[in-house]
């Protein structure tokens, strides 16, 4: 999701003695990008970007916040490789109201985690689905069995598969040139990347009545953009509704509409 306009820092954090003005600031930034399920799965390169500062500081806040207590959290793995996939933030409920529910994909304590809270003796993970949690009152590890595959619509078919293919990589190249620390050059061997994000574009023509040149063209003037460049990064979530209860593909075609 784009950044928030707005970024949210209760007074407990504004007035906090031991934290760091970045950290504060980090909360808020986090604060303005969370899910509809109230977590953040924004990774340090977006923070370092948009806050100007270093992956490291970036890092650091981030910890800082954990260990006072006022954000969980959880980085998941692939089972059996511990192959980094995601990490999940979620701030301390009390604060804002966020309700974890059981949609989550993982399972969770919803209070912070304090310094001096003493460690579990509770081994034995919580199990939701595929996901196992293990709380070590420091980052929550989840281990899951990999991604799920994501296979292409049914009702493709194969001139539209091919004409939002081409859609879909010539995206993906120019963000890798534009944003390589994020777009990997082997973003090629992502099935599940290239599937997700020609069914979103065949959604978008289907369901919300664009015609395929409109989208083709949208998304050429979003990759060069001043803003979009940088604020759109993946295909797959144009679908989602924005704070003006608009998707995120109509809001970039009616700044595309109305361009000079």
């Known amino acids: 999701m784009i950044s928030a306009y707005y970024g949210i820092i209760p007074q407990p954090i504004r007035h906090h003695q031991k934290l760091r003005a970045n950290s504060k600031l980090m909360y808020a930034e986090i604060m303005s990008c969370l899910e509809d399920n109230g977590i953040c799965i924004k990774r340090n390169i977006y923070f370092s970007k948009v806050l100007n500062i270093t992956k490291e500081t970036a890092s650091k806040s981030i910890t800082e916040l954990r260990k006072h207590g006022l954000i969980e959290v959880s980085i998941e793995y692939e089972n059996g490789t511990n192959k980094f996939i995601k990490r999940y933030i979620t701030p301390y409920q009390n604060f804002h109201g966020v309700n974890n529910s059981s949609d989550n994909a993982y399972c969770q304590n919803n209070h912070g985690v304090e310094d001096s809270h003493e460690e579990s003796n509770d081994d034995t993970p919580c199990e939701n689905g595929q996901i196992l949690l293990y709380n070590n009152n420091k980052i929550n590890k989840l281990y899951t069995n990999g991604k799920k595959s994501i296979d292409l619509l049914k009702e493709l078919n194969e001139k539209q598969i ?26 090629k061997k992502d099935d599940n990347l290239i599937n997700d994000s020609i069914n979103t574009l065949y959604m978008i023509i289907k369901l919300d009545d664009y015609s395929e040149k409109i989208v083709r063209d949208v998304i050429r003037w979003a990759t ?26 109509t809001n970039i075609y009616l700044k595309y509409k109305g361009r000079k």
Do not use: A, C, M
């Open 162 to 187: 091919t004409y939002l293919g081409n859609i879909v990589h010539s995206f993906y190249n120019q963000k890798h040139q534009q944003l390589p620390e994020i777009i990997k050059k082997d973003w």
């Open 224 to 249: 060069d953009d001043i803003f979009w460049s940088t604020n759109l990064i993946s295909l797959r979530g144009l679908r989602k509704k924005s704070n003006n209860g608009e998707t995120k593909f």
